[in-house]
Nanobody
Framework: QVQLVESGGGLVQAGGSLRLSCAAS????????MAWYRQAPGKQRELVAS??????NYADSVKGRFTISRDNAKNTVYLQMNSLKPEDTAVYYC???????????????WGQGTQVTVSS
């Protein structure tokens, strides 16, 4: 079994910064990819940023403001969010594509979500 635990959400004023963390634990052989999604009230869940061993990808709405990174030794992914806007308000979810030990079968896991609120 694999668990993802997110932290770092909260309330911040527009223009401020937050850093989200997501740590994976359990029967992990490797994690080819990790990503952050968000879901605002009344809206569909959307991809914010993703990271593999070789590249990163960002939604147009966050390019230049958000940075995704990972620490492979800690099985942790981060999302540094700068210049936050009220429209960034949402529940942020971490997801990881995990190759599970010892079967080496790949499966997607999700965290419980962390609330980010940006006040104007």
């Amino acid at each position: 079994q694999v668990q993802l635990v997110e932290s770092g959400g909260g309330l911040v004023q527009a223009g401020g910064s937050l850093r989200l963390s997501c740590a994976a634990s359990g029967s992990i052989f490797s994690i080819p990819g990790m990503a952050w999604y968000r879901q605002a009230p009344g809206k569909q869940r959307e991809l914010v940023a993703s990271i593999t061993t070789s590249r990163t990808n960002y939604a147009d709405s966050v390019k230049g403001r958000f940075t995704i990174s990972r620490d492979n030794a800690k099985n942790t992914v981060y999302l540094q969010m700068n210049s936050l806007k009220p429209e960034d308000t949402a529940v942020y979810y971490c997801t990881a594509n995990v190759v599970v030990a010892p079967t080496r079968i790949g499966k997607d896991y999700w965290g419980q979500g962390t609330q980010v609120t940006v006040s104007s």
